[in-house]
């Protein structure tokens, strides 16, 4: 293990600002499977700060404010533009994860499909744009 890093459950965490940051912590459940480990409501309708766990992994995230970080990391501008940064998800169950997000109301992107490089995946948009990928390739098992 790097020297700098930690030895804990899981070293890197994707952070996510939602407008309605309420709602999305309700359809990442519904249509993902993350379940909320810690909500903190602001006091004002959003949430100061949420993690939401899948697996051994995590995504934080917390309503759009105009803040110092904030001013850094904000929603999408375009939500059918393009994204800078996506996060992976490994499931055991691409196609089946892919109906339920679906059901959810997902926009899919990239439906389920086998990769040259091994796996299947399938690339989806939720409803604030953010870009997601869930596959079942482990790059911890190709080293």
């Known amino acids: 293990m790097n020297d700098?890093?930690?030895?804990?459950t899981a070293t890197i965490?994707?952070?996510?600002?939602?407008?309605d940051a309420p709602a999305a912590v309700d359809w990442l459940s519904q249509a993902f499977g993350f379940e909320?480990?810690?909500?903190?409501?602001d006091g004002e309708g959003?949430?100061?700060?949420?993690?939401?766990?899948?697996g051994n992994g995590m995504v934080m995230l917390g309503s759009a404010r105009d803040d110092d970080f904030g001013r850094l990391q904000a929603p999408l501008a375009d939500p059918a533009g393009p994204v800078s940064q996506s996060?992976?998800?490994?499931?055991?169950d691409v196609d089946g994860h892919h109906d339920r997000a679906v059901a959810a109301g997902a926009e899919i992107v990239s439906?389920?499909?086998?990769?040259?490089?091994?796996?299947?995946?399938?690339?989806?948009r939720d409803?604030?744009?953010?870009?997601?990928?869930?596959?079942?390739y482990d790059p911890w098992e190709t080293a």
């Open 36 to 41: 909320p480990r810690l909500v903190v409501p």
């Open 111 to 124: 439906p389920p499909a086998d990769q040259d490089y091994g796996g299947r995946l399938y690339s989806c």
């Open 13 to 19: 965490i994707p952070t996510l600002r939602y407008r």
């Open 127 to 136: 409803p604030e744009g953010n870009l997601w990928h869930f596959g079942c």
């Open 46 to 54: 959003g949430i100061a700060h949420a993690q939401l766990v899948f």
């Open 87 to 92: 996060p992976y998800v490994i499931v055991a």
């Open 4 to 8: 700098t890093a930690r030895d804990t």
